[in-house]
């Protein structure tokens, strides 16, 4: 497919999100050398981390290279759910038979505690229990939806139900799919209203947090660590890497194991409600089996599509990015293809080799990475964990802490050169094959 040009004037490059959200300043920022924990990275892992020790008694501190949540936090699809991107066959191929069914298992445990954060701690973040739908891209994917429907029902409490194609048409109009996989209990959220909600409830605990400060470097000695800044250095007790997606060089043990990969995201200029209503009946959120990952979803005050995708691997123009998701949006529903874009952003997932992320200990520092595309729940999950676990609080057990971040031979170099080749193979090979098949 050839793509659609779009007007470089005309495009905002900001989030969508951030329109509606606005700046939060009232930050506390200076911390003593007593802390139990500092946190590296005040995104969604950060924030819940430091919600979760502190909510045991510990005395922590967080700090961010850049404006916090300026990242992947504010910048995703505010898609919400969490079962497994790996079937149990390759989880247990990768990580062994037990680690499997645990990562099975807490899928329905990783929703329920992002449902009960919401609600606690108050947050008004347009949240909606509205079911997300997995989409056949071919015959082949739905006979694989109804394979992995299987496990899920065996190996957890995650609800999920067959959509057959000729139901198709009471989830979304179009004659792209051939079937799909529908979790009801999967919602959606405006995910930069959760990141500062998230923030004004760590800040409410006068938890200390400093922004645009990175930390060039991290020493362990026999009582802790020295941490070391721009003009300063403090000494802590313990430390948690929270970076996923925008880990430093200064931390190339990292680097090495999860890269940045892009996701570029659309909003559509609005949309009459009763189109909508007939393209999306469903009004769910919708993803795609096909290599393109296409994902898209209304917005929550639904007048808009909010479309993201693989425009590339790489950095890439936000007008040539937005004109390569317009042209996947219009062959989904030709019936919108007269509306425009208005907005396009990109943010950087953080991406493992083994597509799991892990919390862990590497030299004494506590992690939670590689969230690879499913960071909206993990990321706050897996920060409660890694910060409980950093504790020694029996509530850090996880499954997640027995996968492994793996690094590979095409990855030698801090930055991940190694996408540009992957990228042409993908739009020059994959796309095309899989979209010829549809024919």
Avoid at 219 to 235: A, P, S
Avoid at 261 to 285: F, H, N, Q, W
């Amino acid at each position: 497919m050839k793509s659609l040009k779009i007007s470089k004037d005309s495009l905002i490059t900001e989030p969508y999100w951030s329109l509606e959200t606005p700046k939060f300043s009232n930050k506390l920022e200076d911390f003593s050398d007593s802390l139990d924990l500092l946190i590296i990275g005040a995104g969604y892992t950060g924030l819940s981390a430091a919600l979760a020790a502190e909510g045991i008694g510990a005395k922590v501190g967080l700090v961010d290279a850049h404006e916090a949540g300026s990242g992947a936090s504010t910048r995703n699809g505010g898609m919400v759910g969490a079962h497994p991107k790996l079937s149990w066959k390759v989880l247990e191929r990768k990580f062994g038979q037990s680690t499997a069914d645990g990562v099975f298992e807490e899928a329905s445990w990783a929703l329920s505690f992002l449902k009960k954060l919401i609600q606690n701690e108050k947050i008004e973040c347009d949240f909606e229990e509205c079911g997300r739908i997995q989409l056949a891209w071919s015959k082949n994917d739905f006979e694989r939806q109804k394979q992995l429907a299987c496990i899920i029902k065996k190996k957890s409490d995650v609800k999920v139900k067959i959509v057959c194609r000729n139901e198709l048409r009471n989830e979304i109009v179009t004659e792209r799919y051939f079937g799909g996989l529908l979790f009801p209990e999967h919602c959606s959220i405006d995910p930069a209203k959760f990141h500062l909600g998230l923030l004004k409830a760590v800040l409410r605990r006068k938890i200390p947090l400093i922004e645009n400060c990175p930390v060039h470097a991290v020493k362990r000695n026999t009582k802790g660590f020295k941490v070391y800044f721009q003009n300063k250095e403090i000494f802590v007790k313990r430390v948690l890497m929270a970076t996923n997606g925008y880990t430093l060089n200064d931390f190339p043990w990292f680097k090495k194991r999860v890269f940045p990969l892009p996701s570029y995201i659309v909003a559509t200029e609005d949309i009459a409600p009763e189109i909508l209503e007939k393209i999306a009946p469903g009004r769910r959120m919708m993803v795609e089996t096909r290599a393109k990952h296409a994902y898209f979803r209304i917005s929550p005050n639904g007048r808009k599509i909010i479309f993201g995708g693989r425009a590339a691997m790489t950095a890439l123009p936000l007008d040539i990015a937005a004109g390569r998701l317009k042209t996947l949006l219009d062959d989904i529903w030709p019936d919108i293809r007269d509306f425009q874009i208005t907005h396009c952003w990109t943010g950087n997932t953080g991406f493992a080799f083994n597509q799991v992320p892990h919390i862990g200990i590497n030299n004494g520092i506590h992690y939670a990475i590689g969230f690879s595309g499913s960071g909206t729940v993990l990321a706050p999950y897996l920060g409660a964990k890694a910060a409980l676990s950093a504790l020694n609080h029996s509530s850090g057990k996880t499954a997640y802490s027995k996968t492994f971040l793996r690094k590979s031979v095409v990855h030698f170099l801090n930055k991940p050169y190694f996408l540009n080749l992957s990228d042409l193979y993908y739009r020059f090979i994959v796309d095309p094959l899989q979209f010829r098949q549809k024919k």
